[in-house]
Structures are given as C-alpha cells and as structure tokens.
C-alpha cells in the first residue's frame, strides 16, 4: 500500500484528488493538509511514503516543502501536482529532489500511475515539460530570486534589508544583477519576467 499525504491549498481539488487515489486499490491517501507548516508537520506525524504537493501555498510553497524534505532525509518522495507548466519551476523541484512533477490537467490515472511509479524508484516528469526545462537555463542565484522576489511582492530595499540581515547596499546589488541577467529596466519588469518563467 502508498502511504500519500496530499498538500493543496484548494479545499475542492484537495478532495477531488483525495477521493480519486483512495479509489486505487494500493494508494491510500493518509492524510491532508492545505498549507505547507501544516504539510510539515504531518509528514513528520505520519510519515508517508509520498507527499503529493501543490506549489503555490500559503505559509510554505511546495518548493521549500520539498527542500525541507530533502534536508531532513525523511525518506519521503515528494511528487508536485500542480497548473504551472513552467520549465523554472520544474528545473527547481528537480534540484529541491522532486521525483515526480505532474500537471493538473493530465488525466487522473496518470497521477496514480505516477505514484507507482515513483514508490518503486523512478521518476514521473511531464515529457513536453522536461524537454523545455533543459534548453532553457536559469539565470538567478538563490540570493538574487529571494530579493526580487521579496521586491515584487512591494518590500522597500531597507525592509528586504532587515528580513534578510543583509546591508541596503547588497540588497541594491542583488536586485541590480537580477535585472540585468533578466535584460530588462527595472525590478517590476524584473520580477513579473521572472514570475512567468517560473524562476521565483
């Protein structure tokens, strides 16, 4: 039996999914949660086999979710479901250890089959996905996705500053290279490019 514990912020599509993997006869669905610190905690309580995530949650993404996983060693796969069919978010689940990374406009059997999948060791990446995450690189480092990020969301480089303990003047400099690598004019013009490819 997969052990699942499936993280989504949408109370409907949490259900949804819930109620079509508890229909597999080798799936059960152990326990849900629909924000990322609520996902954390019960995957330390119950320990699944698989965690089945969304990206965009409140409190933690499904990205940091799974870097959390990975930090830990849990021994918990973690496979993202999720609408953003962008080769940035993809390229950073593989690097955060996702092993599987579906959209959730595929048909409801390949997730099951995904989970399958993934539980006897492989991987379970949309093909068309994976194609597009490899001809494409990311430009920003760590430092420099968490500062644009912070400023799109309207924090002033003082306030990233204090979030972040780091001077006005990195923040500036982190902000300066980001728009650069990115070959626009400002942060805005930064950070929505950024938003759309999937590299925040």
């Known amino acids: ?51 089945v995530t969304d990206i965009e949650m409140p409190g933690l993404t499904g990205l940091e979710l799974a870097q959390r996983v990975q930090r830990h060693e849990t021994g918990c796969k973690v496979v993202i479901v999720t609408t953003f069919a962008r080769s940035g978010f993809l390229r ?9 990374y579906l959209l959730k406009d595929a048909p409801a059997e390949h997730l099951a089959d995904a989970l399958r999948k993934v539980q006897a060791g492989g991987r379970a990446i949309d093909p068309q996905l994976a194609v597009e995450a490899w001809s494409e690189a990311d430009p920003l480092n760590d430092r420099e996705r968490q500062v644009l990020r912070l400023a799109g969301e309207g924090m002033s ?25 990115l070959g626009v004019g400002n942060r805005i013009e930064a950070y929505r490019l950024a938003r759309q490819k999937g590299l925040l």
């Not at 480089?157 to 300066?176: E, P």
């Open 1 to 51: 039996m997969i052990r699942v514990l499936l993280a989504e912020d949408q109370a409907m599509v949490r259900g949804a999914l819930s109620a079509l993997l508890n229909l597999e006869p080798d799936i059960e669905v152990i326990g849900t949660a629909a924000d990322g610190e609520t996902a954390w905690r019960e995957l330390q309580r119950l320990r699944p086999d698989v965690l």
């Open 92 to 100: 950073r689940a593989l690097d955060a250890g996702v092993v599987g």
């Open 157 to 181: 480089a003082g306030d990233i500053a204090r979030q972040l303990n780091l001077s006005q003047g990195t923040v500036r400099n982190y902000l300066s290279e980001a728009i650069g690598k």
